[in-house]
């Protein structure tokens, strides 16, 4: 069974511009996260959803940060206009349904804000 | 212990020492799960323990769990190098949602 798959690998920008990053989650699995990492702390829950709807985003920099998964299947994290803070790791995990929350983790995309 | 700290702890110790890791979590929970992440990719779930099993095995693994003192847990014995590793410790929220609360991590490194 495939993995979970994430774009691109590294991204390096400068403040102010604007990045995506693309997660396909394992088939099958209804419930997707978006998680940041900081260097050298823990996952930090931004925005997950169930099949197409988002079912807690209140962790998501609304103003700058965008999540949809609009067919319930891949989804798309973007980040309008980044700053130096959001320099991380941002994973993206899935799970299934009835899988004791059980999360699959992608490689995840490294963020440099320069 | 992994919350109420800034940063990563780290633990260096010699192959074939066993090493215990500490998770303290601070909203209740019955079910802690703990993580391992390798260099360079995303952290992969290696034991899970639900507030009825008190101590969990699997292989060289050991987890415990006390909710009265909401702490947990993860023991390796005889650690080798490929354990090298951070590890995580996370609890699922209560309220119904299925998410996972993750602590700060501890980067442990077994020296040959």
């Known amino acids: 069974e495939a993995g979970v798959t994430q774009s691109p690998r590294y991204a390096v920008l400068q403040e102010g511009q604007a990045v995506s990053f693309w997660c396909d989650p394992i088939s099958g699995h209804d419930t997707l996260y978006w998680y940041q990492q900081p260097r050298d702390q823990g996952p930090q829950l931004l925005v997950y959803f169930r099949d197409e709807a988002v079912i807690d985003n209140s962790q998501l920099p609304s103003d700058r940060f965008s999540a949809v998964r609009p067919k319930g299947t891949n989804s798309t994290l973007k980040i309008q206009s980044a700053k130096q803070g959001d320099t991380a790791t941002y994973l993206c995990a899935s799970s299934p349904l009835g899988g004791q929350n059980t999360l699959y983790f992608g490689a995840g995309t490294r963020l440099s804000v320069l | 212990s992994q919350w109420g700290e800034e940063n990563l702890q780290a633990l260096s110790i010699q192959e074939g020492e066993d090493v215990t890791m500490n998770c303290s979590y601070k909203?209740?929970?019955?079910?802690v799960h703990w993580y391992r992440q390798d260099s360079g990719r995303g952290p992969a779930l290696i034991i899970l323990?639900?507030?009825?099993?008190r101590e969990k095995r699997s292989g060289r693994l050991r987890a415990t769990l006390d909710t009265s003192s909401q702490s947990s847990s993860l023991s390796i014995t005889a650690a080798q190098c490929e354990d090298t590793a951070v590890y995580f410790c996370?609890?699922?929220?209560?309220?119904?949602?299925?998410?996972?609360?993750f602590g700060k991590g501890t980067q442990l490194i077994i020296q040959p």
């Open positions: 323990i639900r507030s009825n099993e």
């Open positions: 909203t209740y929970t019955t079910v």
């Open positions: 996370a609890t699922e929220d209560t309220g119904g949602a299925d998410r996972l609360t």
